[in-house]
Structures are given as C-alpha cells and as structure tokens.
C-alpha cells in the first residue's frame, strides 16, 4: 500500500487539514472541509485540472515532491503561506495525504475546470 492510501495516514491527515493538530494550520479554512475553496483564489483541491505556481502539471500528475513544494513554500505573499517555515515536515505530509484525496472521489470526477488564477497580489 502507498502511504498516502493508508487509512491510519489519511485520518491523521484529516486532523492536521481540519486544524485539530495544531490551530494555525487550518487548510479546510481556506480550502474548505471538502475541498471546495472557501476564499478567494484559493486552489480548489477537488479537480484533477487545477494548476500550480511552484511547477508545470496539473493536480491529478502531480508527485510527491510537488506536493511537498506547493505546500511547503507555498505561494507567498498570498494567503498560501510557506507552511514549513512554521510547522513541521511531518505535518506537512499528513495535510498533503488528506489533501490528496479529494480529487479522487467519484462526485468530483465531472466538475468543470477551474477558474484562471489571479495575479497573487490581487489575492489579500
Ligand atoms: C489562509 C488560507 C489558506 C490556508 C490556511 C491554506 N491555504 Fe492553500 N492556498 C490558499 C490560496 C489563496 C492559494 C492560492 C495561492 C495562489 O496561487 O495565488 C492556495 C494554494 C494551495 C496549493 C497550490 C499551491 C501551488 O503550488 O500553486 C495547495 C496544494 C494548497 N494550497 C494546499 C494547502 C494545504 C495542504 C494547506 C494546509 C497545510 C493549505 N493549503 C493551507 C489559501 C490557503
């Protein structure tokens, strides 16, 4: 099994994504509970065609190590923020393993694509 499809991984990652394990972490803040964003430009984490600012593919291609990336320097100044800086690798890996899962579920395999990005600074 991969880690990132390990039952007891994905539910300590749900705690980290809902701000359980640490409160000033709180991806479900912006990216919602499931996944749909719930402030503006925030990356909707539901659709395998959403973009990253840290590299070229879109989410359903990315790898490990862009995760890692995306989450870890984030897209400042927005509110994405450099999340390692604050927090810990292993917490970072936890939220992505929940992260991942979204755009795997059945009812989000026809959502339109997403919105265009905006420039980062129209985002605060
Ligand atoms: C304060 C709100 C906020 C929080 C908390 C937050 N995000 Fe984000 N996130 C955003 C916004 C806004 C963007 C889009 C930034 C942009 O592209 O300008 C984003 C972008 C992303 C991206 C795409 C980054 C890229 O490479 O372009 C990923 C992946 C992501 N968030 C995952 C997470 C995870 C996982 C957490 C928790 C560890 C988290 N976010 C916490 C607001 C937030």
């Known amino acids: 099994m991969r880690w990132d499809e390990d039952p007891e991984i994905i539910a300590l ?3 980290v994504f809902e701000g359980e394990t640490y409160e000033d972490l709180f991806c479900a803040g912006c990216h919602g509970k499931d996944g749909a964003f719930l402030i503006n430009g925030a990356r909707d984490l539901r659709t395998s065609q959403s973009v990253s ?3 070229d593919r879109l989410l359903k291609d990315w790898t490990d190590a862009d995760w890692f990336k995306s989450v870890s320097l984030g897209v400042p100044p927005s509110p994405m923020m450099a999340w390692l800086d604050e927090y810990p690798p292993k917490a970072i890996w ?4 929940y992260a991942k899962q979204f755009h795997k579920k059945p009812e989000n395999q026809k959502l339109p694509p997403p919105e265009e990005l905006e420039p980062v600074h129209d985002l605060w």
């Open 53 to 55: 600012r840290n590299h």
């Open 94 to 97: 936890l939220a992505i393993a």
């Open 13 to 15: 990652g749900k705690k």
